[in-house]
């Protein structure tokens, strides 16, 4: 599940390896390790992928299923303008 979710996360955002692995100071070969789910990082790493590409540890894991959107510092009228982009997004999508 972690390999997965590092490969979609590093996708969605168009990195590639070499990109993804720069942004943490990892080698490609570790980036490749996770996502084949040969190795893990250690926690410290897990921590600081969470930490740079804003989504949860419990969501890297596999313990949870969705990924959070930190709004903090937006007003209410720009959360509800996100929450009607959110709620368009899944129209298409069905």
């Given at each position: 599940?972690?390999?997965?979710?590092?490969?979609?996360?590093?996708?969605s955002?168009?990195?590639?390896?070499?990109?993804?692995?720069?942004?943490?100071?990892?080698?490609?070969?570790?980036?490749?390790?996770?996502?084949?789910?040969?190795?893990?990082?250690?926690?410290?790493?897990?921590?600081?992928?969470?930490?740079?590409?804003?989504?949860?540890?419990?969501?890297?894991?596999?313990?949870?299923?969705?990924?959070?959107?930190?709004?903090?510092?937006?007003?209410?009228?720009?959360?509800?303008?996100?929450?009607?982009?959110?709620?368009?997004?899944?129209?298409?999508?069905e």
């Amino acid at each position: 599940m972690f390999g997965e979710r590092i490969k979609a996360l590093r996708l969605s955002l168009g990195l590639n390896q070499v990109e993804f692995g720069k942004s943490l100071n990892v080698t490609k070969q570790s980036v490749s390790n996770w996502e084949n789910e040969n190795i893990l990082p250690s926690i410290d790493m897990l921590t600081k992928i969470a930490t740079l590409y804003s989504v949860s540890a419990d969501y890297l894991l596999g313990l949870q299923d969705f990924r959070s959107v930190d709004v903090r510092g937006l007003t209410n009228e720009q959360i509800a303008h996100l929450q009607l982009l959110i709620n368009d997004l899944r129209k298409t999508k069905e």
